[in-house]
Structures are given as structure tokens and as C-alpha cells.
């Protein structure tokens, strides 16, 4: 009996001295999730790739956690995306196609019901960024700043033209910048 008391007593201390360190520790780990549509297994360089050199890319890999067996929930990019970043099927929450870019229309994007992981992660204490297409709705409310993103560089629609310039896309007639939070960024040479 008195040897269980010691050793209730020493992981007892351990486990406080465990939770001490996790409460004092100011640090968060960093997250990154890296989301590129249309690249195949073996077209980065930490995959074998020769023929284009991803040092970046191969760099994060080498130094983090690589997963190996993925698999997408659809195979369009917006769907795709709105799984990713909500956690859950998309099919459960309506996002079956891709969004059209259309500023106008109050409900076309990412269903304001459903909160993403950034936002997730914005409550914990997080700063959150996006960076490249967003594809889950042009109107303001469903845009990055509004979803959990701190700050946004890239696009809202689905494609874009990355060379200098403006660019007309969409049936209407829109011009499609690049855009910093609220602001179209300005840039002169590949983005």
C-alpha cells in the first residue's frame, strides 16, 4: 500500500509539473497546410520529381510531416477546398460544384453556417493566413477576412492570370486582381 501511495504521489507530480509546462508554454506550433490543385505524387522534388525544382517545398517536407496516403473528397477545387478547410464532406452542407465568381450574389459561396478551421484556430489564439485562390465566394461576407483568415493574398475566383496586368475574366465582363485582405495589390512582375 505505501509503495502505491509513492507512486500515486510521483505521477501526480509529474502529471502537474506536465501541465505547469504545457500552461506556461507561449509558443503554439506553427501549422501549415500546403493545398495545390492538379499536382500529381510525383511532381514535387521530395517525390522524385526532375524535371521541376521545388527546394521550398522539399525543405518543409524534409523538416515536417509528410502524408503520403491522401485522398480528396471531390474533384472539383472549390468542393475540394470546402472540405479541407471545414473538416467535413461537402456534399453535407450543399457544395457540390464549383462557385462562380459573382460579388453580387449574397449566397453564392462557402455556407456562412459552416465555420473553417482558420476561424477554428483565430479562437485558440492563432494568426491565420491564405495565400493563392480562394473559390469559395466573391460577395464580402464569404470572402477569406470574414471566414477565420487574418490576412489574404491571392484571388477569389477559380483561375487566374499570374503575369503582370489586368486581367478580364468571366462571362460578365469581370476584372479579376489580385487582391491583399480588402485591396487590390499592386505588381509589376510575376506574382
Given at each position: 500500500?505505501?509503495k ?11 502529471l502537474w ?12 506550433p506553427?501549422?501549415?497546410?500546403i493545398l ?11 517525390t ?6 521545388t ?7 524534409y523538416?515536417g ?14 468542393p ?9 464532406y ?12 459573382s ?6 459561396g462557402?455556407p ?7 476561424k477554428?484556430l483565430?479562437?485558440v489564439?492563432y494568426?491565420?493566413?491564405i495565400i493563392g485562390k ?5 460577395a464580402?461576407h464569404?470572402q477569406p ?5 487574418d490576412y489574404?493574398?491571392?484571388?477569389l ?18 476584372w ?5 485582405n480588402h485591396d487590390?495589390?499592386e505588381f509589376?512582375?510575376y506574382?
Open positions: 500500500m505505501k502505491f501511495i509513492h507512486l500515486s504521489a510521483y505521477w501526480a507530480i509529474v509539473a506536465s501541465v505547469i509546462g504545457l500552461a506556461q508554454a507561449k509558443q503554439k506553427n501549422i501549415v497546410v495545390a490543385d492538379d499536382l500529381g505524387y510525383r511532381d514535387v522534388g521530395y522524385g520529381a526532375q524535371d521541376i525544382k527546394p521550398n517545398i522539399d525543405k518543409l517536407a523538416g510531416v509528410r502524408f503520403n496516403n491522401g485522398y480528396v473528397t471531390h474533384s472539383y477545387c472549390g475540394s477546398r470546402a472540405g479541407l478547410l471545414t473538416g467535413r461537402q456534399a453535407r452542407f450543399g457544395m457540390e460544384n464549383n462557385v462562380s465568381y460579388p453580387d450574389d449574397k449566397y453564392m462557402l456562412l453556417s459552416e465555420k473553417t478551421f482558420a477554428r483565430q479562437e489564439g494568426k491565420t493566413a480562394w473559390h469559395l465566394g466573391g464580402p464569404f477576412n470574414k471566414r477565420g483568415f489574404f493574398y491571392g484571388f475566383d477559380g483561375g487566374h492570370q499570374y503575369m503582370p496586368g489586368e486581367v478580364h475574366l468571366g462571362a460578365d465582363g469581370y479579376l486582381p489580385i487582391m491583399r487590390v495589390a509589376d512582375e506574382l
